[in-house]
Structure formats: structure tokens, C-alpha cells
């Protein structure tokens, strides 16, 4: 059980849930959320925002019956979390790029914090969120709403380049590396996915991702995969 | 001394506790949380004879008191399984039984060949082995094979027949909801020499998504499972259970104690937990001692007393 310390509405439908409780976590890792009991059937993957002293935090979009029960959670209340789960961002050295789109952003502020000397690209559709706490950790911060932010993004000015966002900023990321691979840079791309999860921990094959090597798992094996192992196929 | 325990075919379950194909993968990630030789009994995610890449799209989609899934069989084949899953299955102290699906009969055929051979090379050098198989004859999920061969008895008693003739091993066979006749259907693999019957798989169900215009599934249609089909289930086991005197493996939506025990009264030996593996990852642990404080509190002493008395 964990205890609620703060949910701040941060904007439209963005929520900042700071929790006490939890086993701390890696870059990317995610935990599974429940505050409710038998309905929804299913408990919600989020992603660590950062571990904090005594918990941890998430940062999450309202889409549905059970983001919408954690928007209504107040201090003092009590949720389940079961994590940290899943295979996260590496540790890298070099010169990193964290590219964030929406709620995407999310995982990302934990990396800002671990790898502090990180370019930060900060997307949004309409407004944005969180900007003025990434500030202090970048080296240089990016902020676009209503574009493309991968458009700022000089993929062969980094050694690594770690991307969270909507699906199509994935590909679109994945294709941005095929083309510069060929100017003969290599940065090496991670892309975190989203994807529906019914158990979290690697049992139930509702995650499978598409790789060049088979099916793999987005909450065990991933949600972090390397650009060119995913195969998109829409 | 509460007694929770149970037979079929010769296989010890230390209680009525198993939990269900597709839920629980090879009880590995389970085991990471809680210790899962506490339970009765393991039905490992489904196997085909070669491995299944599953169905492209949304594999998941939530429904009032129950959960659409299209996973559609995704799994490494039954000799990756056999290979690298039972070494684990061997440290486990709990029934292993291995879920066998097929796209055609010689598939299903082959897949218990090779499910046999490996059972008989393991017991001759003194090693755990498989203890049961269960015939799935009954995925929704699956384009060829799958729920065509669980709807009609003579399609289905084809197969029964087959995998019976190629294994000695204990045998289950999972029905489908979907079944023409359910209880008709489990007096035939009684009378193919079927050890046991399990009941219900998913029930086909569908969603659309009305703002795409579509089903949210690539498949159109998807099983469902959870609370939600519980009435269904049991209604099934009962009427099952009347009709057949090998045992019944009831499951189908169970979160308490209470259910298990509704399903023992219905008339199941054992019990399968599937979706709440998903609503709680440590489903196994909480359901054990829930048992055993239910029975402790209804002057249960053993599960038997309360069989079938519905």
C-alpha cells in the first residue's frame, strides 16, 4: 500500500501524483496503479517520474475510467502499486537528447535528473506542462507546442537519444535515425512504448511488441527498445 | 486440519487452486512475487505445436466486469516450452499441467507426441515431468483450429479421440461456452476416455469502437472473461458435472473464496483462476489463505463434504 502525498492538476487532464511508498526504480521503469477495487478489471502502467525520498512520483493524462478515479485521489489516500517493473533507459555516457512528446514526457524527467548535462526537447499538442521543473537539469531545453518537435532534434549532433511519446512520433523517430544512419552517424535511439497491459509483469502477451526478433514484451522486455528493433506495422 | 486437497487421474493437487492458461505464462514472473508452489496446480500459458507470433492489433479491451482479450495463442511452440520452461516447472512443488492447442489435428497429434516422449525420458531418469495435459479445443482467439473444433462434438470428439491415442498421459479437455451442447460435448471426451473436463473458456464476445466505426479487434470478435461470466460458468459446471462421473475443473470469473467454493458446490474437483491473476499479481497467495479462513469459518473441514451439493 502507498499513501498519497500530493495530485496536483497541472493542466488539461494532467495530473502530478506524488506517492509515498513503492521500491524506488530505474530510468523508464513503470509501476502498476490500482485504487479501486474489483472495477476497473485492470490495473494502470505508469511511468516513474522520478523517485522521490520516501516514493515516487508519476505524471499522467487522463484517458479513461481509471486515470480518471487516480484524478480524483486527495493527500492521505491509500493506492496499490506493484513495481518497479520492465526494462528501462540504459546509462549512458556521451552526449544524450531526451525528446518528450505530451505525456510522453513523463519517464523523462527522471532521466534529466540521472543524466544531468542532457539536451531536453519538450513537445506539446496544445499546452504545455512541467517545462519550468526540466529547466534546471538541461543543458538546453526546447520547448514547441502545436509542432513537430522532433523537427528541432539534429539526430547526428548525439551519441543517444532517448524518445517518449505518442506512436507516431515513435516511427517517425525511427525513421529519422534509418536517415541519418546513412550520413554515416549512428546514435543509438531508444524509443519507450505505450501499449495496453493487462498483467504488467510478463505473463499474459497482451504487450507483444513486433521485433526483428520475434515478439517481445513491452512491460518485461521493454517499454525501452532500441530504434531498430521495433517493426511498426501501421 | 482443514483438507483442501484433491485427485484426478492419479495427479495431487494440494489444493483446488490452479491457475489458468493465459494468464499466468510459465508461472515464472508469478514466482517473483509470491511462491508459487503453494498452489494446486499450474495450466501453462497455451502451446501449438510450432511457435505463434499471436494477433496483430488490440490484444486487450476492458468491459463492465470483465475483459475482452485477443491474444490469439502467442507462445514459443511446445519443444522451446519443453526445452526451457519445464527445468522450471521441475523446482516447483505443484501440478504441472501444459495447455495444448493445435491449428489441425495432426498438429494437436504431434504436439502431444512430443509432449509424451519428453514425459517418458524424464520419468525414466527419475525427473519431474509433465503431470496433465489439457486439450484446449476451445480458443475464440484463433483463425483455424481453436474454438472450430470446440462448437460441434463430432469435430471436437475427432480430436479428443486422436490425442488420446497418442498420450497416456492424465487428460483434460477445456470446452468452450460456445459449445452447441456443452454438457453433450463432456459426455463425449468422457466416452473418448478423457480424464477430466474443464469449463469455461472465454465466451466470444465483440467491441466496437462506434467513433472508428469498427471492432476494436482486428479479429472482430474476442473472449471474454471475468466476474462477468461467472453466473454462465457455473450454470455450466453444474449441468456438467450432473452428466459426467470423471471430475469437473470448474472456472470462469473467480475472485473470493466464495466463488471457489460456489464451484465446488456446484460440482468442480478443482478450480482455475484466470483474470484475476490480472486485478491481483499475488491472486494465488490471497486466494489460498482466504480458503482456508472460509472453510475455518463455515466449520469446512474438507472440501469434499461440500462437492457437488448444489
Not at chain 2, 267 to 276: F, H, L, P
Amino acid at each position: 500500500m502507498a499513501t498519497v502525498i500530493s495530485n496536483e492538476r497541472l493542466g488539461d487532464g494532467v495530473y502530478h501524483l506524488v506517492v509515498e511508498g513503492g521500491n524506488g526504480g530505474a530510468m523508464g521503469q513503470f509501476y502498476m496503479l490500482r485504487a479501486w477495487g474489483a472495477y476497473p478489471l485492470l490495473s494502470r502502467p505508469l511511468s516513474i517520474h522520478q523517485v522521490n525520498d520516501n516514493g515516487v512520483d508519476f505524471l499522467y493524462h487522463v484517458v479513461g475510467e481509471g486515470t480518471e478515479i487516480l484524478a480524483g485521489l486527495n493527500p492521505g489516500d491509500s493506492l496499490e502499486l506493484e513495481g518497479p517493473f520492465g526494462t528501462g533507459f540504459p546509462k549512458v555516457e556521451g552526449k544524450v537528447a531526451l525528446v518528450g512528446g505530451g505525456i510522453g514526457i513523463a519517464p523523462l524527467y527522471y532521466c534529466a535528473q540521472e543524466l544531468p548535462d542532457s539536451d531536453i526537447y519538450l513537445g506539446f499538442s496544445r499546452e504545455s506542462f512541467r517545462t519550468d521543473a526540466f529547466r534546471p537539469l538541461a543543458a538546453e531545453l526546447t520547448v514547441d507546442v502545436g509542432g513537430l518537435i522532433l523537427d528541432s532534434v539534429d539526430f547526428a549532433a548525439y551519441d543517444h537519444i532517448f524518445v517518449c511519446g505518442p506512436h507516431p512520433m515513435l516511427k517517425a523517430a525511427q525513421l529519422k535515425r534509418i536517415a541519418v544512419e546513412t550520413s554515416g552517424k549512428r546514435p543509438n535511439v531508444y524509443l519507450s512504448l505505450e501499449n495496453r497491459m493487462a498483467c504488467g509483469i510478463g505473463a499474459c502477451l497482451v504487450c507483444s511488441v513486433s521485433c526483428k526478433d520475434g515478439q517481445r514484451k513491452a512491460c518485461a522486455d521493454g517499454p525501452v527498445f532500441l530504434a531498430e528493433e521495433v517493426l511498426f506495422h501501421d | 486440519m482443514i483438507k483442501t486437497s484433491a485427485t484426478i487421474a492419479g495427479v495431487h493437487f494440494k489444493n483446488p487452486i490452479v491457475m489458468a492458461s493465459g494468464t499466468f505464462g510459465f508461472g515464472r514472473e508469478y514466482g517473483k512475487l509470491y511462491d508459487v508452489s503453494l498452489l494446486g496446480g499450474i495450466s501453462g500459458k497455451g502451446l501449438t505445436l510450432h511457435a505463434k507470433a499471436g494477433n496483430p492489433g488490440v490484444r486487450v479491451y476492458e468491459t463492465a466486469s470483465g475483459m475482452l482479450n485477443s491474444v490469439g495463442l502467442e507462445n514459443p511452440g511446445v519443444e522451446a516450452f519443453l526445452a526451457k520452461e519445464l527445468p522450471y516447472w521441475e523446482t516447483l512443488d505443484t501440478a504441472r499441467i501444459v495447455n495444448l492447442g493445435g491449428n489441425t489435428l495432426p498438429d494437436y497429434v504431434l504436439g502431444a507426441e512430443l509432449i509424451q516422449r519428453d514425459a517418458d525420458a524424464r520419468l525414466l531418469t527419475g525427473k519431474k515431468a509433465v503431470d496433465m495435459i489439457e486439450l484446449n479445443i476451445s480458443c475464440p482467439n484463433v483463425k483455424e483450429g481453436g474454438i472450430a473444433f470446440g462448437v460441434k462434438t463430432p469435430a471436437a470428439r475427432d480430436v479428443v479421440r486422436a490425442v488420446r491415442a497418442a498420450t497416456s498421459l492424465p487428460l483434460a479437455v477445456k470446452l468452450s461456452p460456445n459449445a452447441e451442447d456443452i454438457a453433450e460435448m463432456a459426455e463425449m471426451c468422457e466416452a473418448e476416455g478423457a480424464d477430466a473436463v474443464s469449463l469455461i473458456n472465454t465466451i466470444s464476445g465483440m467491441k466496437i469502437d462506434v467513433r472508428r466505426r469498427r471492432s476494436v479487434f482486428n479479429n472482430l470478435y474476442a473472449g471474454l472473461s471475468g466476474p462477468a461470466i461467472k453466473p454462465v460458468a457455473l450454470r455450466m459446471v453444474h449441468q456438467v458435472a450432473r452428466r459426467v462421473t470423471i471430475p469437473v475443473i470448474g472456472m470462469g470469473g473467480i475472485t473470493t473464496a466464495t466463488d471457489i467454493i460456489e464451484f465446488i458446490m456446484a460440482g468442480a474437483t478443482v478450480i482455475q483462476v484466470g483474470t484475476y491473476n490480472f486485478m491481483n499479481l499475488r491472486a494465488g497467495s490471497t486466494l489460498t489463505e482466504e480458503l482456508q479462513q472460509f472453510m475455518a469459518e463455515e466449520n469446512i473441514s474438507s472440501l469434499d463434504e461440500i462437492r457437488g451439493i448444489v
